[in-house]
């Protein structure tokens, strides 16, 4: 399986519940490697553009108001197969479906305040990745315990 990443953002419910570091935690536990991070509260025209798949549909202004009421916690997350297994992570969208053990089965209250966004796909995480992030800003590094295994 090939390396690649991932855009994943805390919602404003999860960083103002502090779940952040919880969060973090379960990505860092399954061995995936944080190649950037930043804190921010999302303008209207940034949050258009990433919801932007939604615009015809009724919810999108909601999804807009929401994503912009407080700061989120955006990330870009690198390793095998790390966009699929994210959204196993994340766990189902509605909170009611999603598996006891995920984020959402564990720590969501209801769909619209599901504390967690992950890109769903290749061309999606590509895309969320290039909006949310300067090429600037992300890191190319490798951890410690690799250069150790390779000595």
Request: aromatic residues 8%; hydrophobic residues 40%.
């Amino acid at each position: 399986m090939a390396v690649e990443r991932t855009f994943i953002a805390i919602k404003p419910d999860g960083v103002q519940r502090g779940l952040v570091g919880q969060i973090l935690s379960r990505f860092e536990d399954k061995g995936f490697k944080l190649v950037a991070l930043k804190q921010l509260i999302p303008s209207r025209e940034l949050a258009e553009q990433h919801y932007g798949v939604h615009r015809e549909r009724p919810f999108f202004s909601d999804l807009v108001n929401f994503i912009t009421s407080g700061p989120i916690v955006a990330m870009v997350w690198e390793g095998e197969g790390v966009i699929a297994s994210a959204r196993k992570l994340i766990g189902s969208t509605k909170p009611l479906e999603a598996e006891p053990g995920t984020i959402r089965g564990d720590l969501a209250v209801n769909i619209g305040r599901n504390v967690i966004h992950g890109s769903d796909g290749h061309e999606t995480a590509k895309f969320e990745i290039g909006l949310w992030f300067d090429s600037k800003e992300i890191n190319d590094w490798t951890p410690s315990d690799q250069i150790w295994r390779e000595e």
